[in-house]
């Protein structure tokens, strides 16, 4: 197979499972040098073991997005091995909990949005100088339907979602005409994934995708060309 990522280097956050481990695992089978973070160092381990397995490379970075200055540790860390970030995926994320908005814990709320809004934030920020010495700098923030169509009981949730579209594309706005970084939002649709069956406990997941489809339109996506603020359903 023609590895169309030889030689990039990606970061790929929420690494652990789901649509993060297969978007690591995607990458790296497409050449990429592949850094997992996660907040679970065993499942990052378990990850980096299937991609080394099948000749690819990647480095783990256990950490929680939420926790003080660990995202400006890691790009400085980062930055200090590898002069350039091609690929960024902002995949990390929590569900919180289904309820209507009057009910909404005020703490809940906050720990959603820190990790599926600031946290996004503070990444761009931290990465932004790498991205710029990129050839063709990609970000990919991993969406969801209700944060363009607000559903019932999925106010917090799909407000962080319809924070962290703007944020990013906004981003891409800014730096379009300036570099060559690019910025896509990838909305995966029904996915058989943990935060999924959380979501939905009585639907069966042999009627969903698997992880493994979003990471295969995921790699299609960074290895095109594309006006920064594309947006694909998978």
Known sequence: MTQR???????????????????????????AHV???????????AVEDAIHEAGGNATIAPLDLVDGDSIQRLAAAVSERWGALDILVLNAAMLGSLTPVVQIEAKELSAVMTLNFTAQQALIAAFDPMLKKSENGRVIALTSSVGARPRAYWGAYGASKAALDTLVTAYGEEVKNLTKIRVAIVDPGG???????????????????SPEIVADAIADLVTA???TGHRITV
């Open 5 to 31: 990522l030889t030689g990039k280097l990606a970061l790929v956050t929420g690494a652990s499972r789901g649509i993060g481990a297969a978007t690591a695992k995607k990458l790296a089978a497409e050449g």
């Open 225 to 227: 060309e594309f006006e």
């Open 191 to 209: 996915t058989a994934t943990d935060m999924r069956a959380l979501a939905f406990p009585g639907e069966d997941p042999a009627t969903l995708k």
């Open 35 to 45: 850094i997992l973070v996660a907040r679970t160092a065993g499942g990052l381990e």
